[in-house]
């Protein structure tokens, strides 16, 4: 993308003067920032030049969009602050899908944009709009920092991006502001004593839990992002209740763990098979689980009367279920405090949750012969453990869903609020640059042909990526839809690409696979190769009819 913007201020190479993209950077770094994702333009050049300077490391992607998930990649394999960086204009307006995905999945963004200075706005219109109207509807809060302003600005940031459900917040940073001098840095406010908030009264919840003899737990995404997961076994140790988990919940607990049922969310088959357990329970307990993941068929999906304890990290009027009661606060120390007052009883002694355990393990079990359940059985098998997967939106991601075991949390990222195509190649190119481990990325043939140019990002940052194609020239959860809704097919339809060709061009290694033999032979070598290596994967999009 070819940006055109007049030139900045003249500085003088090597300058070590104080600016505000200083007190900027010095502030983001303070907060954990190791790395900025973006492509540079004229009115970020100062900050870009402060982030370097506070040690936080400039990278350079070929999309605005792909940098914003790179950021959330690397957010979740070490916790460094994410934060994407993008010139006015369209270095905006491409970022937009990624922000919208931060504010959905919950992702603590901070998005810093250049803009002209105020008075240049009211009569220079080139590449200029209104930054803060774009973005506020898919933003916690949108700042414009002033000249004196910048510390607090970010410190304000840092907090409501931080603050109950994590989500992006914006700076918009004038040109002069960035490049005014300052005198001093100014000291980061000590560190807040992280208050825990937990409801004074837990009586009437470890009542109902005491009570149940058909407890049934159901765990989602503010568990994760409070790396409670220990929390949570210690509540099912004591409760005996078996778990079910969204997606981004999976691996809160190994999925080998014979109380883990399985996850759902967008399955159809799956939401079958957990259903007679929901209606045969005796109570219901929610765990930081958040209905932005859910599919339509998860409105009120249990009985007016069913008990129900909901425990939420922030308690908001979705109107996607009821509950018999709301417990608001950090979610882990909640199942803590309830976890401690609790003691074994008997439960489930019919045997319910096996039984359904079984029949999930059944009705996702691999056909026999080649098709995407065999990519994703053969890439399970093979995978070391603790291996981070992505996967990109569409047919393949529910299904995978429902096949990938998942040994911990975070080890299988995709975008499950927003639900957006083209995360998995970014999402998995910053969790191996933050892991320095091989990472396993997901993606359709579509989804990929979004983001082709971030294999040469790829290559640049010299990350060993391990990406699977699943090549079946197709949109085919659209075509499935289509089908399903006695439509014409149309628009779902594409042309084959040789991706093998096209990662040998941007310096990967590429293969075509068709069988378990050649796909197991080339993943084992591709994790153990520097570099991306790119395994274009030949299915038939038939094979996804009825699998999920």
Same mark, same amino acid.
């Given at each position: 993308?070819?940006?055109?913007?007049? /030139? =900045?201020?003249?500085?003088?190479?090597?300058?070590?003067?104080?600016?505000?993209?200083?007190?900027?950077?010095?502030?983001? *770094?303070?907060?954990?920032?190791?790395?900025?994702?973006?492509?540079?333009?004229?009115?970020?050049?100062?900050?870009?030049?402060?982030?370097?300077?506070?040690?936080?490391? %400039?990278?350079?992607?070929?999309?605005?969009?792909?940098?914003?998930?790179?950021?959330?990649?690397?957010?979740?394999?070490?916790?460094?602050?994410?934060?994407?960086?993008?010139? @006015?204009?369209?270095?905006?307006?491409?970022?937009?899908?990624?922000?919208?995905?931060?504010?959905?999945?919950?992702?603590?963004?901070?998005?810093?944009?250049?803009?002209?200075?105020?008075?240049?706005?009211?009569?220079?219109? !080139?590449?200029?709009?209104?930054?803060?109207?774009?973005?506020?509807?898919?933003?916690?809060?949108?700042?414009?920092?002033?000249?004196?302003?910048?510390?607090?600005?970010?410190?304000?940031?840092?907090?409501?991006?931080?603050?109950?459900?994590?989500?992006?917040?914006?700076?918009?940073? =004038?040109?002069?502001?960035?490049?005014?001098?300052?005198?001093?840095?100014?000291?980061?406010?000590?560190?807040?004593?992280?208050?825990?908030?937990?409801?004074?009264?837990?009586?009437?919840?470890?009542?109902?839990?005491?009570?149940?003899?058909?407890?049934?737990?159901?765990?989602?995404?503010?568990?994760?992002?409070?790396?409670?997961?220990?929390?949570?076994? $210690?509540?099912?140790?004591?409760?005996?209740?078996?778990?079910?988990?969204?997606?981004?919940?999976?691996?809160? @607990?190994?999925?080998?763990?014979?109380?883990?049922?399985?996850?759902?969310?967008?399955?159809?088959?799956?939401?079958?098979?957990?259903?007679?357990?929901?209606?045969?329970?005796?109570?219901?307990?929610?765990?930081?689980?958040?209905?932005?993941?859910?599919?339509?068929?998860?409105?009120?999906?249990? /009985?007016?009367?069913? =008990?129900?304890?909901?425990?939420?990290? +922030?308690?908001? /009027?979705?109107?996607?279920?009821?509950?018999?009661?709301? @417990?608001?606060?950090?979610?882990?120390?909640?199942?803590?405090?309830?976890?401690?007052?609790?003691?074994?009883?008997?439960?489930?002694?019919?045997?319910?949750?096996?039984?359904? $355990?079984?029949?999930?393990?059944?009705?996702?079990?691999?056909?026999?012969?080649?098709?995407? !359940?065999?990519?994703?059985?053969?890439?399970?098998?093979?995978?070391?453990?603790?291996?981070?997967?992505?996967?990109?939106?569409?047919?393949?991601?529910?299904?995978?869903?429902?096949?990938?075991?998942?040994?911990? =949390?975070?080890?299988?990222?995709?975008?499950?609020?927003?639900?957006?195509?083209?995360?998995?190649?970014?999402?998995?190119?910053?969790?191996?640059?933050?892991?320095? +481990?091989?990472? @396993?990325? %997901?993606?359709?043939?579509?989804?990929?042909?979004?983001?082709?140019?971030?294999?040469?990002?790829?290559?640049?940052? *010299?990350? /060993?990526?391990? #990406?699977?194609?699943?090549?079946?020239?197709?949109?085919?959860?659209?075509?499935?839809?289509?089908?399903?809704?006695?439509?014409?097919?149309?628009?779902?339809?594409?042309?084959?690409?040789?991706?093998?060709?096209?990662?040998?061009?941007?310096?990967?290694?590429?293969?075509? #696979?068709?069988?378990?033999?050649?796909?197991?032979?080339?993943?084992?070598?591709?994790?153990?190769?520097?570099?991306?290596?790119?395994?274009?994967?030949?299915?038939?999009?038939? *094979?996804?009819?009825?699998?999920?």
């Amino acid at each position: 993308m070819t940006i055109q913007t007049p /030139p =900045p201020a003249p500085m003088t190479a090597g300058t070590a003067r104080l600016t505000g993209a200083d007190i900027i950077a010095a502030r983001l *770094a303070a907060a954990g920032a190791t790395h900025a994702f973006g492509i540079p333009g004229g009115e970020v050049l100062a900050l870009v030049d402060a982030l370097g300077r506070a040690g936080i490391r %400039f990278e350079l992607a070929r999309h605005e969009n792909a940098a914003g998930f790179m950021a959330e990649g690397l957010w979740h394999v070490t916790g460094a602050l994410p934060v994407l960086v993008a010139t @006015l204009g369209p270095g905006v307006s491409n970022a937009v899908t990624a922000v919208a995905h931060a504010q959905q999945d919950r992702v603590p963004l901070i998005f810093i944009t250049g803009c002209v200075d105020q008075a240049l706005a009211e009569s220079y219109t !080139h590449q200029v709009f209104d930054h803060q109207a774009v973005l506020r509807p898919l933003v916690k809060a949108s700042f414009r920092a002033a000249q004196g302003t910048e510390a607090l600005v970010v410190d304000k940031a840092l907090a409501i991006a931080r603050s109950g459900r994590p989500g992006p917040v914006h700076i918009d940073l =004038p040109i002069a502001v960035a490049e005014a001098p300052a005198t001093t840095l100014p000291t980061p406010p000590p560190a807040a004593p992280g208050a825990v908030g937990v409801p004074v009264d837990l009586d009437r919840a470890v009542a109902l839990l005491a009570g149940a003899r058909r407890p049934l737990v159901l765990a989602g995404l503010d568990l994760v992002n409070e790396s409670a997961a220990a929390s949570l076994a $210690r509540l099912i140790d004591r409760t005996g209740a078996p778990l079910l988990t969204t997606y981004k919940g999976k691996g809160l @607990l190994p999925e080998d763990d014979l109380r883990v049922i399985g996850g759902v969310g967008l399955s159809p088959k799956a939401d079958a098979l957990v259903r007679p357990l929901m209606e045969a329970a005796d109570l219901i307990v929610l765990a930081g689980y958040d209905p932005i993941e859910m599919r339509q068929g998860w409105r009120n999906p249990w /009985p007016a009367d069913k =008990p129900v304890i909901d425990i939420v990290a +922030q308690a908001l /009027p979705h109107g996607m279920h009821r509950a018999t009661m709301t @417990l608001e606060g950090h979610v882990g120390t909640i199942l803590d405090r309830l976890a401690e007052r609790l003691s074994p009883a008997p439960v489930w002694e019919r045997g319910e949750p096996a039984a359904v $355990r079984a029949a999930f393990r059944r009705a996702f079990a691999a056909p026999d012969g080649w098709g995407p !359940h065999a990519v994703f059985e053969t890439l399970r098998a093979v995978a070391p453990s603790g291996t981070v997967a992505t996967a990109d939106s569409g047919a393949h991601r529910i299904l995978l869903s429902q096949l990938w075991s998942c040994d911990g =949390p975070r080890r299988l990222l995709q975008s499950t609020g927003l639900c957006t195509m083209g995360c998995a190649l970014p999402l998995a190119t910053g969790a191996a640059l933050g892991s320095g +481990q091989p990472t @396993l990325c %997901f993606v359709g043939d579509a989804g990929l042909e979004m983001v082709l140019g971030e294999l040469a990002t790829l290559r640049d940052l *010299a990350v /060993p990526v391990v #990406v699977a194609v699943l090549v079946d020239e197709a949109l085919g959860l659209i075509a499935l839809k289509q089908k399903q809704m006695g439509l014409t097919r149309a628009g779902v339809d594409l042309g084959l690409s040789d991706f093998a060709a096209i990662a040998r061009a941007f310096g990967g290694h590429g293969a075509t #696979v068709d069988d378990r033999a050649s796909l197991a032979r080339e993943a084992a070598a591709a994790f153990t190769r520097p570099g991306f290596s790119l395994l274009a994967c030949r299915i038939d999009a038939a *094979a996804y009819e009825g699998a999920f």
